[in-house]
């Protein structure tokens, strides 16, 4: 009988795969890595804030249309 009683210990071991689900909720916030691929955007957004007109945005874009005139 002493045994059989040995297998209920790997069960233990089971537990243990339950643990990895828990990592995955950890990925959602993966996502978020992206953005600091993008961190220059946001560095963008502080100087809009000095540009109160967010269309001259584009004219960032256009820079050489100012020329010409």
């Known amino acids: 009988?002493?045994?059989?009683?040995?297998?209920?210990?790997?069960?233990q071991c089971h537990p243990v795969?339950?643990?990895i689900p828990?990592?995955?909720?950890?990925?959602?916030?993966v996502p978020?890595?992206?953005s600091q691929c993008l961190?220059?955007?946001?560095?963008n957004l502080?100087?809009?804030?000095?540009?109160p007109p967010v269309p001259p945005s584009p004219s960032q874009f256009l820079p050489?249309?100012?020329?010409?005139p």
């Open 1 to 11: 009988p002493s045994s059989p009683q040995c297998p209920p210990s790997p069960s």
């Open 17 to 19: 795969p339950p643990s």
């Open 22 to 29: 828990t990592v995955p909720p950890s990925n959602p916030p």
């Open 32 to 34: 978020p890595s992206p």
């Open 39 to 43: 961190p220059v955007p946001p560095s």
């Open 46 to 51: 502080p100087v809009p804030p000095s540009n």
């Open 64 to 68: 050489v249309t100012p020329v010409p």
